[in-house]
DNA sequence: CCTTAGTCCTGCATGC
DNA sequence: TGCATGCAGGACTAAG
């Protein structure tokens, strides 16, 4: 599923690619993909040039000329390609085809990405947290945030901190020694801090890694990442861990897997009462 | 404030 | 082999 580092590397891709461009024509085959109406969204897109691609969370935003903005949210199964093998042909939902003939097209098997169109007056992504990319800001959000709520739950949670996923999370999480369903107020400050520190090494050195090819993500030319190769614990279950040999373990946490090592990720002891 | 369950979907793994 | 079942999951919503 794509993450932060998945859909920076898209929109890396796409950006000198697209940018400049002006919309010709878009098709949809698959109706609820687009989340707006569709001739409003052909209306606003139509003959229009598109300015910028950037990233905001694990959105793709595609800035038009005239300020109104499209986001691309690509779920599980979401992908953005250049060119279509026959298999993609059965999960095309729509393509945007370009002055210059080019198209790109989105694919999605399962039907959960959604493209959205912004109206310029309207405040974009409002609901979305902080990027996670500097240290100093992830300690401010998480010791802000002194919740019973199970650390892993604030880490994907959007509102809190934007683009991390299940895998991330869960690697984070090991790199700092934290059990995923530890209440976030009683991880120690130590954790907190180191936490804080690997959250924007892992996702830097995924996105150095072109991202994490489990099973759907691909990159815009159908190409596999790299990142996959480095991971610690995610889909690990009963594998030795790489740091002290003991097995992989997988929970349930809020209807998700977890994947954790259980001696480098004790559970913080209760507080003992005097 | 918080959690849980349901919704959307298809491909793949499992079981008999 | 074939058919049924169930599971995975990001974001959102409703209910408790």
Redesign the pocket.
Request: net charge positive; hydrophobic share 20%; aromatic share 6%.
């Given at each position: 599923?794509p993450?932060l580092p998945e859909v920076e590397t898209i929109v890396r891709e796409l950006k000198p690619i697209i940018t400049g461009k002006t919309v010709q024509g878009i098709s949809i085959m698959?109706e609820?993909t687009v989340d707006a109406n569709h001739d409003e969204f052909l209306e606003k897109l139509k003959g229009h040039s598109i300015t910028s691609v950037n990233r905001r969370?694990?959105y793709i935003c595609m800035h038009l000329e005239t300020g109104d903005v499209v986001t691309i949210?690509l779920?599980?199964?979401g992908k953005l390609l250049f060119e279509l093998t026959e298999k993609d042909k059965?999960?095309l939902r729509v393509t945007f085809t370009f002055s210059d003939q080019s198209n790109l097209y989105f694919v999605d098997?399962?039907?959960?990405g959604r493209i959205k169109l912004w109206q310029k007056c309207k405040p974009l992504l409002p609901?979305l947290g902080p990027e996670p990319l500097d240290e100093k800001t992830i300690h401010a959000v998480l010791t802000d945030?002194r919740?019973?709520?199970?650390i892993k739950?604030l880490l994907?949670d959007?509102h809190v901190l934007v683009g991390i996923?299940?895998i991330y999370a869960d690697e984070a999480l090991f790199l700092a020694g934290i059990h995923p369903a530890t209440p976030a107020y009683r991880v120690h400050r130590a954790g907190l801090r180191k936490l804080s520190k690997r959250i924007p090494e892992i996702l830097g050195k995924a996105i150095k890694n072109k991202g994490t090819t489990i099973?759907d993500y691909r990159k815009t030319d159908s190409s596999s990442g790299q990142n996959q190769y480095f991971l610690n614990v995610y889909g690990r279950e009963n594998k030795k861990c790489r740091s002290c040999e003991t097995s992989i373990v997988r929970i349930?946490l809020?209807?998700?897997?977890s994947y954790f090592c259980p001696d480098c990720q004790r559970p913080t002891e209760p507080i003992s009462s005097v």
């Open positions: 599923m993450e698959w609820r969370g694990k949210h779920r599980m199964t059965t999960h098997i399962r039907k959960f609901q945030t919740s019973r709520r199970a739950t994907l959007q996923g299940n099973s349930t809020n209807n998700r897997s």
